[in-house]
């Protein structure tokens, strides 16, 4: 999953980035609105954690603007205010849910896999493919009930193609849901990835069919009636 996080503070946004990634999230962190805004506008993110009080473009009109688009993108806002008049406008102008500072990281956790598990991400936390399991509060991978040892950009990969099981998704698409806005990954890159998945998801098990199928020319996709 990949989250944006709007943060003036560069230590606590540092902070957020490091704890973050290192639940499997693939983190992109920005530090004033109008950066928060131009992101959230065109890039593929699952949430946006937003803090109030941006320069440039504060939070409240960062939601607004967002919201008049009708941009579906949950956003938790952050805030070092914790009076009711100040969640009350944070929720009225779009926020999905509000934190006051300072909080503790599991609480960020709890309500980050909150919302994400709301209607649009419906699949929830535990994701089934045939004979395939994987949680993302664990971490946990199996199939036929032997465990899969993966990396983080590995699981950050199956998660993705799991929550578009049986759909056809691109390289372009992998790219945009699984690295950071400024990473430097070129096509072949996604490639080398599915056979790193391939090598422990499919080969291992040799009787039973593999799961992840290549159309050539368009992308790949975890398909439950794939063959080989």
Request: charge should be neutral; charged fraction near 30%.
């Amino acid at each position: 999953m990949r989250l944006l996080a709007a943060e003036d503070d560069t230590k606590i946004a540092g902070a957020l980035k490091k704890g973050l990634e290192q639940e499997m999230f693939s983190v992109d962190v920005v530090h004033n609105g109008e950066e928060a805004f131009d992101l959230a506008s065109v890039e593929p993110y699952d949430l946006l954690i937003l803090d109030l009080m941006l320069p440039k473009l504060d939070g409240i009109n960062v939601c607004k603007k967002l919201k008049a688009q009708n941009n579906p993108l949950p956003i938790l806002m952050l805030t070092a205010k914790g009076e009711l008049n100040d969640k009350i406008l944070g929720l009225n102008s779009g926020a999905d849910d509000y934190l006051t500072k300072p909080f503790a990281f599991e609480e960020l956790l709890a309500r980050i896999r909150a919302l994400l598990r709301r209607p649009q991400n419906i699949l929830g936390t535990k994701l089934t493919a045939n004979n395939l399991e994987l949680d993302t509060i664990s971490y946990d991978v199996k199939r036929a009930e032997q465990k899969i040892e993966l990396s983080k950009r590995e699981f950050s990969l199956l998660e993705f193609l799991m929550r578009n099981k049986n759909r056809l998704v691109t390289k372009e698409q992998i790219i945009g849901h699984v690295w950071e806005y400024h990473s430097d990954i070129l096509p072949n890159t996604v490639e080398q990835y599915i056979g790193y998945l391939r090598n422990k998801v499919d080969r291992p098990f040799t009787k039973l069919k593999p799961l992840i199928k290549t159309v050539r020319g368009f992308g790949y996709k975890i398909a439950e009636d794939a063959e080989e």
